[in-house]
Structures are given as structure tokens and as C-alpha cells.
């Protein structure tokens, strides 16, 4: 008599997977994914379609024919068998497996159905009488389980004999961890220390500032600077400005700065140092994150004027060793509290009007454009900014370069 159900499929199963891997030279994962068989499930499909026409050639049980399925393809004819079918009856899911299933498997191993099979058995592990099958073939749920218990009983009967020595390995386990602890303690205390030390030197957000300071300083501002009428490569410098858009967003009490030029952007910081006072430290944005042309500006708030006066400690902003040092007075004014803002770049309009376009959307939806790049200063509205920023704005820090700086146009 041969063994039925569970047994009798996971053991057909793991033959027909050792088989269709051998022929096919491949390997198929064994898990819960039911796709990972169905290589397999079409294989076997090829056999199982031709049931109802090879009970007498092949020895097994009648099956009816599929009329309606004629014209379907796999896997929605009668006797498809699919990837999961595969899967659960693998795993021991299934009780009762399917008998055109079993008899696909016994002719796709063994050439005959299970009842041609049964009168002369060409495998002797398929007889009842024979121990169960081997649970390193088979992933049914079932025998993994009884494997598990049977290797808990086992690990409960070493308890006895282990319990000291695993006492023992836990106490220098965890004064182990207790060192790593008071080591990364110390490590963490030093680092604190360090970074109380670093700000206490380099004076980092000495002042706690209030939500009024906050509001003073944070938002879009704009930037006037007569820099360009140092820049000793420019013949046609002489009485140019330019106009830059910046932004201070506070971060937990200090304030991230940006500020786009016609030419290049900045980026950086700024603080208060008093109530009053900003220190505004930068430096142009480079790809690779140097630090390159660094300034510091001080901005003095005044609440009843437009315009505000800041003297930096700057360059000229010139190529190569034209690139000078430079202290000049600019000319900041906020626009706005809120918004975000876009740089344009290489566009049809930045074409037209060869210079950067900044577009600031407010919080109402409103667009307003600005068009950075180098004026005359003529042509600065309005008026009172030009004697700000003429070339008596401007302090260079060689006295021969002077007389440059002051030529006529």
C-alpha cells in the first residue's frame, strides 16, 4: 500500500523539484513565494492537461474531459496546476491534495499513474510501511514543527548543567557593556566640552534672542554694493553697482544666510552680538565646499530706517590675483517676511537681459521678479542711495589702487 496525503505529496514534490532542476540546470527557491514554482507548475501543467486521454496508456484513475477550457491557455484550464498549488501542497498545507496533481507527479517521475504505479512500486520509500519521509526534504509545516519541539526538549534537559556557566558569561557580558558605557561617557563629556569651548571662543550665539529680534532680521532683504567699481579687470567699472537678493532664516538662535549676486551666490551665517548689532559672516558657494573669498559684514538694526548702512570687510570679487581685499559700505533693506525663492539660470530671458533671475513667491501666490546684475549707479532708484554707494564707499587696502578706483568714466 502506498502512503496518501501529506506524506505522499511533499515526498512526490521534492522529487519533481530534484528532477525538473537536474533536466533544467537551474536551482528554484524554496519559500512561501508562490511564482518561485511556477516553472515547475507549467511543466507539470503539460501532463496534467493530457489526464483525460491516458488513463489506459498510462495506468491512472479516469478524469473528464475539458471541453469549455479548449481555448484557454495556463492557467486557466481545468487541469492547470499552479505555482501555489505546488507551494501549499510543499509545505504540507494541504490534507487531501488533488489527484490529477499526484498522478502528474507520479507519471512525470515514474513514467505510470498512481495506479499502475502501486502494482509494481519503482520506489520503495512511497510504501507505508517505510518510515516517514526525511524532514531535510521537506518543508512541510508539520514536520518542522515536531523538529523544533523535539530540539526544545533537548535544550531544556542541558538547562541544568549550562545555568552557571551562562550565569558567568552574563556577568562578564554585562561588565563588559558597563565599561563600553563608561567609556562612551566619557567620550560624550568630552565632546560637550569641546563644543562649549568652541563656541565660547569663536563667540557662537553669545545672546538668546526673542521672537521680536527674530522677526527683525529674518526674511528677504535687499543688498546694494558698489564692489564692482573696485574690480581692476573692468574698464567700464568706473561708478557701477549691483543689486543682490539675500535671505536670513533663523535655526536655533543663529540665522543660515544666502545671498545671490549677478555674478556668483554667498552663503553662510549670521548672528546678533548685541541687540542691535548682526554679524553676517560668508563666503562664495563652491562646489566642492571650500572656502573661498570669506567676509564678514556688520549690520546695525534700526527699526526707523528704510535703508540700513552695513560696512564689510570684503573683495573686489576680481579674477585671480585681482581679487583684492576690500572694506566698502552696503546698503540693505528688507522687502518681505515670507516666500520662497527661484533662481533662474541659462533661460531664453536670462539671454535677453544677460543677467540672474530671482522670482520671489510670496504667500499670497504674487510673483515679483528681480534682474541682478551690474548698473550704473545713476540708475539706482532711488536717488539718495547714489552718494552710499559712489567710489567714496569703497576703502581699498593698497593705497596705489586708489586712483583707479576714483577714475572718471
Not at 544666510?257 to 560668508?282: E, L
Amino acid at each position: 500500500m502506498l502512503k496518501k496525503g501529506k506524506e505522499e505529496i511533499i515526498y512526490l514534490l521534492n522529487k519533481c523539484i530534484e528532477k525538473f532542476e537536474s533536466e533544467n540546470s537551474t536551482v528554484l527557491t524554496k519559500n512561501t513565494n508562490r511564482k518561485n514554482y511556477e516553472p515547475l507548475a507549467i511543466a507539470l501543467s503539460e501532463i496534467s492537461n493530457n489526464l483525460p486521454l491516458s488513463a489506459e496508456k498510462l495506468g491512472h484513475q479516469e478524469y473528464e474531459p475539458d471541453n469549455i477550457s479548449e481555448s484557454k491557455k495556463y492557467p486557466f484550464r481545468r487541469y492547470d496546476i499552479t505555482g501555489g498549488q505546488v507551494r501549499d501542497a510543499l509545505m504540507g498545507l494541504v490534507s487531501n491534495p488533488r489527484s490529477f496533481l499526484v498522478d502528474t507527479c507520479y507519471i512525470y517521475l515514474y513514467g505510470v499513474g498512481r495506479l499502475q504505479f502501486e502494482k509494481a512500486p519503482l520506489d520503495q520509500s512511497l510504501l507505508a510501511e517505510k518510515s516517514t519521509v526525511n524532514t531535510a526534504d521537506s518543508y512541510s509545516l508539520l514536520y518542522e514543527n515536531q523538529r523544533l519541539k523535539s530540539e526544545l526538549a533537548n535544550a531544556q534537559k542541558k538547562e541544568t548543567t549550562t545555568n552557571k556557566k551562562n550565569k558567568t558569561q552574563l556577568f562578564i557580558l554585562l561588565g563588559g557593556l558597563s565599561l563600553i558605557l563608561f567609556v562612551l561617557i566619557g567620550k560624550i563629556k568630552s565632546s560637550q566640552q569641546q563644543l562649549s569651548e568652541l563656541k565660547q571662543d569663536f563667540s557662537i550665539t553669545p545672546l538668546s534672542i526673542s521672537k521680536k529680534e527674530k522677526d527683525a532680521l529674518e526674511g528677504i532683504w535687499v543688498c546694494y554694493t558698489g564692489s564692482p567699481q573696485a574690480r581692476l579687470s573692468d574698464s567700464d567699472r568706473s561708478r557701477k553697482v549691483v543689486m543682490n537678493i539675500a535671505t536670513f532664516k533663523e535655526k536655533n538662535g543663529y540665522f543660515l544666510y544666502k545671498r545671490y549676486g549677478a555674478s556668483f551666490n554667498h552663503s553662510g551665517y549670521a548672528q546678533y552680538d548685541n541687540p542691535t548689532t548682526i554679524s553676517i559672516h560668508s563666503r562664495l558657494v563652491t562646489l566642492d565646499q571650500k572656502i573661498l573669498s570669506p567676509r564678514h559684514s556688520l549690520m546695525q538694526l534700526d527699526t526707523n530706517k528704510q535703508f540700513l548702512n552695513v560696512i564689510s570687510a570684503s573683495w573686489n570679487f576680481d579674477v585671480g590675483e585681482k581679487n583684492k581685499i576690500i572694506g566698502i559700505r552696503e546698503v540693505y533693506k528688507k522687502i518681505g517676511a515670507e516666500g520662497e525663492l527661484e533662481e533662474i539660470l541659462n533661460s531664453v530671458e536670462n539671454a535677453e537681459c544677460k543677467c540672474k533671475i530671482i522670482r520671489w513667491e510670496k504667500p499670497n501666490g504674487q510673483i515679483e521678479e528681480y534682474r541682478l546684475k551690474n548698473s550704473l549707479l545713476d540708475s539706482i532708484k532711488p536717488a539718495l542711495l547714489h552718494p552710499l554707494l559712489d567710489a567714496q564707499s569703497i576703502l581699498v587696502k593698497d593705497l596705489e589702487d586708489t586712483t583707479l578706483i576714483k577714475c572718471k568714466s
